[in-house]
């Protein structure tokens, strides 16, 4: 039951850090600013929601999914630090931690076929593109800006 729980709970984080992230770059593209805390806020939902992606494996995550989980662990910790004390090695951490864990622990579900086809390789390549995008994005804004 408690497994049910924290599956349903981390969806739920996972889905509203996404809602906040939506909020983030809306503000960027429409004020030239970042807004505060909404950033900061979102890191501990994307680690919880991976929390809730390793419920999902029920105990079968073999090495890579326990590994996931050590890095989820990881992220959501370094996450609470941040709102405490934001320093860059927190913000990395708790910032790339869940794209990491999402490939570790996506990797698993892959393998045990948690979730139909296609659904089963959502958690990898978000884990993969999410990175990527970013990189991108970052690449964008210094092309616009002229350097």
């Given at each position: 039951?408690?497994?049910?729980?924290?599956?349903?709970?981390?969806?739920?984080?996972?889905?509203?850090?996404?809602?906040?992230?939506?909020?983030?770059?809306?503000?960027?593209?429409?004020?030239?600013?970042?807004?505060?805390?909404v950033f900061e806020a979102a890191l501990p939902l994307f680690a919880l929601?991976?929390?809730?992606?390793?419920?999902?494996?029920?105990?079968?995550?073999?090495?890579?999914?326990?590994?996931?989980?050590?890095?989820?662990?990881?992220?959501?910790?370094?996450?609470?630090?941040?709102?405490?004390?934001?320093?860059?090695?927190?913000?990395?951490?708790?910032?790339?931690?869940?794209?990491?864990?999402?490939?570790?622990?996506?990797?698993?579900?892959?393998?045990?076929?948690?979730?139909?086809?296609?659904?089963?390789?959502?958690?990898?390549?978000?884990?993969?593109?999410?990175?990527?995008?970013?990189?991108?994005?970052?690449?964008?804004?210094?092309?616009?800006?002229?350097?």
């Open positions: 039951m408690a497994s049910s729980a924290l599956i349903r709970i981390g969806g739920l984080a996972a889905m509203v850090g996404g809602l906040l992230w939506v909020v983030k770059g809306g503000a960027i593209l429409l004020t030239g600013q970042q807004p505060p805390v929601g991976l929390l809730g992606l390793y419920a999902r494996l029920e105990g079968r995550g073999r090495p890579l999914g326990k590994a996931g989980l050590l890095v989820a662990y990881a992220a959501l910790a370094a996450a609470v630090l941040v709102l405490v004390t934001p320093l860059p090695p927190l913000y990395a951490v708790a910032g790339f931690g869940p794209f990491l864990g999402l490939v570790l622990v996506g990797s698993a579900t892959l393998q045990d076929r948690i979730s139909p086809p296609p659904w089963s390789a959502l958690p990898l390549a978000l884990g993969l593109g999410g990175p990527l995008l970013i990189l991108a994005g970052g690449g964008l804004y210094l092309i616009g800006r002229g350097g």
